[in-house]
DNA sequence: TAGATTGTTAATCGATTAACAATC
DNA sequence: TAGATTGTTAATCGATTAACAATC
């Protein structure tokens, strides 16, 4: 029941990817699937899926495979999404209401409790059933409705000291989309949503792909080049 | 000047990061740093800095460190922001929005041309100086605008589709927030931001934190439970 | 039973860390 | 020059893939 010993991060990353894709297979009314056919709709191979799964016990049947329904019940299970989290979000922005107004997120188990922002023209207003409060209220606020979790989407320049306030209340976890990383204690957990550093990403692959085009190019260019002078020799 | 060969992607993944804690050093004025203090503040190891950075030459000099300056417009260089990208957002939801509004994009050279959604209260409608604009003219302003990145923030369903019409108008590049994988050839770069992943993998983390939180206590109890016993006999 | 496919061990591959010679 | 710190090679560690015996 409860995960033996320390799961990897990548091992970790890759379920909900998993999930996902069972969960389109139950749309498509698909009862069962072998490591083999997954692999090839989830392009990784067959031997990594049967080795991630098995981390946390044998969920297949020889000669059979995985049953999908099961299988989907039983990461859910794993990722926690089968409980509920009480979350709120701190900055009514258009990212903090783009989370607030994603339904899917409380069919798994997400609740959103409250929004807070600083600007007192949002406060007051509702955004999908939540009142958009004032950030004195944080504290209380946690407390009363037993929230775990905070999306911070706020500017980097406040982060840090909301952060603080959030730890100091007892909050189990960080959603940070704040450009910056938080300093926060070993038993609060932290997970980045880095945007910016996203599209540079984006950006180094944009470049490399041009670059081996061009280099590409060159190379034809050359070898077509090598061809003319042998025809007129 | 050209990227040597293939660069590990766990490499690419820290650039970024290595860029924003460079710029927050320019901001405090320093102007030099050893691999062991920027290890430090970044909680690496120095080893895995110098590793990294000599993957795109030596940057640093022996006996000195890294001037920071230097480095941070290096880094820009080889993640190809020093550059102007041409960009479009579909989708003008909050997510959209959101983006556009995120100024620091636009000083990293990712010029936000136009936006682009379906709904016809939106069309017209200015965010930042660019107007919203409706599907149909997709692929001429592609074109016309030699738009090289498009963000996708809309749902799923419409995604691949969408996908398919950027792809043909020949588009570089997809930065990928719809909650599904897209199908596109091999010189298109996609980059995904999965929210809903990403919050799966806090959900884990809380609950395996919780986990062990249980565990040692459940751990201490017994301890001190043993010790009473002993204390009897 | 025979065929299929998992669970799991072993082999390979790649990434991180350690160590140190080169050199500023 | 002596001290500091990089660049780079070697050692370690971890993750992925291959292979196959177990078993449905």
Same mark, same amino acid.
């Given at each position: 029941?409860?995960?033996? @010993? ?18 389109? *297979? ?50 859910? @299970?794993?990722?926690?999404?089968? #409980? ?45 059933? /939540? &009142? ?7 504290? !209380?606020?946690? /407390? ?7 999306? *911070? ?11 603080? #306030? *959030?730890?100091?209340?007892?909050? =189990? ?19 980045? /949503? ?7 990403? *984006? ?6 792909? !041009?670059?081996?085009? &061009? #280099?590409?190019?060159?190379? =034809? ?10 025809? &007129?020799?």
């Amino acid at each position: 029941m409860a995960d033996q @010993r320390q799961i990897s991060k990548a091992v970790i990353a890759r379920l909900p990817r998993y999930y996902r894709y069972l969960g389109e *297979l139950m749309e498509e009314g698909i009862e069962r699937i072998s490591s083999n056919e997954l692999s090839a709709r989830m392009k990784v191979t067959a031997s990594q899926i049967r080795q991630d799964l098995n981390n946390f016990g044998g969920f297949g049947q020889q000669g059979y495979g995985y049953n999908v329904k099961y299988l989907y019940t039983e990461i859910a @299970r794993i990722l926690g999404i089968d #409980r509920q989290h009480n979350l709120i979000i701190i900055g009514a922005g258009n990212l903090g209401q783009a989370i607030a107004n994603y339904t899917n997120f409380e069919k798994r188990g997400f609740m959103i409790k409250g929004m807070f922002d600083i600007n007192p023209r949002l406060i007051g207003l509702v955004v999908r059933g /939540v &009142e958009i409060r004032g950030i004195d209220d944080l504290e !209380q606020f946690i /407390v009363e409705n037993e929230v775990q979790i905070a999306a *911070l989407t706020i500017p980097k320049s406040k982060a840090p000291e909301i952060a603080d #306030r *959030l730890v100091k209340a007892g909050i =189990k976890a960080i959603w940070n989309f704040a450009h910056t990383d938080l300093n926060v204690p070993d038993d609060v957990v932290v997970e980045n /949503v880095h945007l910016s550093e996203s599209l540079m990403r *984006l950006s180094y692959r944009v470049c490399s792909m !041009q670059d081996e085009r &061009e #280099r590409k190019a060159k190379e =034809k260019l050359a070898k077509e080049n090598a061809k003319m002078h042998g025809q &007129e020799a």
